[in-house]
């Protein structure tokens, strides 16, 4: 069973930048795609953002393309989530998963692993 701790989160302004890192443990994820979910108050958890094993492939929902970027490091089994240019419906609490497979979905239910969330929030 892989460990995965999000950090990086915090309160920054419109148009700041954040960046979230998640550290994987108890095994590897170098195998694994790995996703980037949020959940905002009253609505339901909503993919984000996810790669696949290469790290070649990522995957971002219109919301966030041009100003999001999903990066991993296999080497330190970590994924990285670089977010500019930030807008107030934006404010989330972000998790990271572990999928099972090496190939990216944004099926939730394809995602084995959850970190507990870091709160992201966006003042205007």
């Known amino acids: 069973q892989v460990q995965l701790v999000e950090s990086g989160g915090g309160l920054v302004q419109a148009g700041g930048s954040l960046r979230l890192s998640c550290a994987a443990s108890?095994?590897?994820?170098?195998?694994?795609?790995m996703g980037w979910f949020r959940q905002a108050p009253g609505k339901e958890r909503e993919f984000v953002v996810g790669?696949?094993?290469?790290?070649?492939?990522?995957d971002y929902v219109d919301s966030v393309k041009g100003r999001f970027i999903i990066s991993r490091d296999n080497a330190k089994n970590t994924v990285y989530l670089q977010m500019n240019s930030l807008k107030p419906e934006d404010t989330a609490v972000y998790y990271c998963?572990?999928?099972?497979?090496?190939?990216?979905?944004?099926?939730?239910?394809?995602?084995?692993?959850w970190g507990q969330g870091t709160q992201v929030t966006v003042s205007s």
């Open positions: 998963a572990a999928s099972r497979y090496s190939l990216l979905t944004r099926r939730s239910s394809d995602f084995g692993s």
């Open positions: 108890g095994r590897t994820v170098a195998d694994n795609a």
């Open positions: 790669i696949d094993y290469s790290g070649i492939n990522p």
